[in-house]
DNA sequence: CCCGGACCTGAACCAATGTTCAGGTCCGGG
DNA sequence: CCCGGACCTGAACATTGGTTCAGGTCCGGG
């Protein structure tokens, strides 16, 4: 029981694509976007810390929520360089989007509760509807696609 | 007091784009896509009527609750064509996001409450956790980006 | 009647999130 | 040592939801 001699396995791509059931081009896209990372083999292939299992599921989980790639990369940038994430720092992550969800929740909720309400009585004629002109919460953001925003 | 002299008044493009906060662009595209429609003036500028106000509040909407303009437009397809919609008949439509929204809302607070436990837990290791592993309640829906799937 | 601002079209472009492909390399089991 | 399957890279393409631009037309107030 040399430790030297006991490594955790390191993964393949193929292998970390069956595992998280993410393609493996979106891993490597991922890498290219610099929200995973894996070092290479003398032949130049990409290996994995078992780590990145977990933190890909952490993207998937995130993107679940609707947070976009940018942002996620920003919050897996707090995790510690050059140290096995410990489950105190994946808290202290994951607690990132606990107000961010909260917040979406209650909108959704809102928007349940007057959708029937607004479009149905009428008042969905914009101008006054909160509904319809919701720039006070949400805000200009620029051109592109925006996921949860529009 | 003539029926015909008091039309109520049509709207231009950019009438429409003022009132409803949506830029002109956004106006055509949406026409090209068929959510919504004009006919034109003699010199081929649109007109809408009114009521496109309420169809593009429902549209931006139905964008902030996360829907893809195409699943918008199906529903505004069950609009009765040639009779300007009755409250009734928006009710019913805007009935179609009930569902999806109370889902939505589920989802997310089941996420919410998991989201520490599992992450901080270690569960979150692939595999097991649901969080993680959604496919069954999700399944695969071909290429491109999908927004609150993933 | 004229002029400037609003409008028209089609094409090109943007950004996010990946996938697919071509052409070439690596690696491990027999 | 060899072969087939896994892997590599870079480029091109896909999809959603638009915006921007060039080049030309319309329309209404003076």
């Known amino acids: ?5 006991w490594q955790a396995k390191q993964l393949t791509v193929g292998e970390l694509s069956e595992r ?15 929200l995973i990372h894996s070092h290479r083999t003398a032949g130049n292939q990409r290996r994995y810390t ?16 609707g947070i976009p790639l ?18 105190a720092d994946w808290a202290r992550v994951s ?3 606990r107000d961010d969800l909260n917040t979406r929740i209650k909108q959704l909720e809102q928007l349940r509760d007057r959708l029937t309400d607004c479009i149905g009585c009428g008042c969905l004629s914009i101008d006054i509807c909160t509904l319809a002109n919701p ?14 925003k529009a």
Do not use: K, N
Not at 52 to 63: T, Y
């Open 95 to 97: 607690q990132c989007w």
């Open 1 to 5: 029981m040399t430790r030297v001699s």
């Open 20 to 34: 998280s059931g993410v393609p493996a081009s979106a891993l490597r896209f991922y890498e290219r976007q610099g």
């Open 70 to 87: 940018a942002m996620i990369r920003e919050v897996l940038g707090l995790l510690p360089e050059e140290r096995t994430p410990t489950r």
């Open 50 to 65: 078992r780590d990145s299992l977990r933190r890909v599921a952490f993207i998937r989980v995130s993107q679940r929520v």
């Open 135 to 148: 720039e006070d919460a949400l805000g200009e953001q620029g051109p592109g696609p925006r996921r949860l």
